[in-house]
């Protein structure tokens, strides 16, 4: 079974930074790439952030130059550092990878963690 546990959200003024978190587990899975996606009230979850299990980076127009998404394969862990924090940003930031074990992948989710930016 898969697991993706998110840690580090929480309340920040504009302008300010927080760094989240996400560390993937499952008995003998490999994972592929891995994403933030986030979802703020009344609108539809966004990809932010994705890096290949090589390292290559694609950033969301909205956030590039402000987030940086980096990789840890030994620890299966990915990170997001969010930079110049803005009140659009706030939402509540998901975890997600593609896994598999032999020939069979999918897609799996964290629970989410909320980041709410605000004065």
């Known amino acids: 079974q898969v697991q993706l546990v998110e840690s580090g959200g929480g309340l920040v003024q504009p302008g300010g930074s927080l760094r989240l978190s996400c560390t993937a587990s499952?008995?003998?899975?490999?994972?592929?790439?891995m994403a933030w996606y986030r979802q703020a009230p009344g609108k539809q979850r966004e990809m932010v952030a994705e890096?290949?299990?090589?390292?290559?980076?694609f950033y969301a127009e909205s956030v590039k130059g402000r987030f940086t998404m980096s990789r840890d394969n030994s620890k299966n862990t990915v990170t997001l550092q969010m930079n110049a924090l803005k009140v659009e940003d706030t939402a509540i930031y998901y975890c997600?990878?593609?896994?598999?074990?032999?020939?069979?992948?999918?897609?799996?989710w964290g629970h989410g963690t909320q980041v709410t930016v605000s004065s």
């Open positions: 499952g008995s003998r899975i490999n994972f592929g790439a």
């Open positions: 890096v290949s299990n090589g390292g290559t980076t």
């Open positions: 997600n990878a593609y896994a598999w074990n032999g020939g069979t992948g999918d897609y799996y």
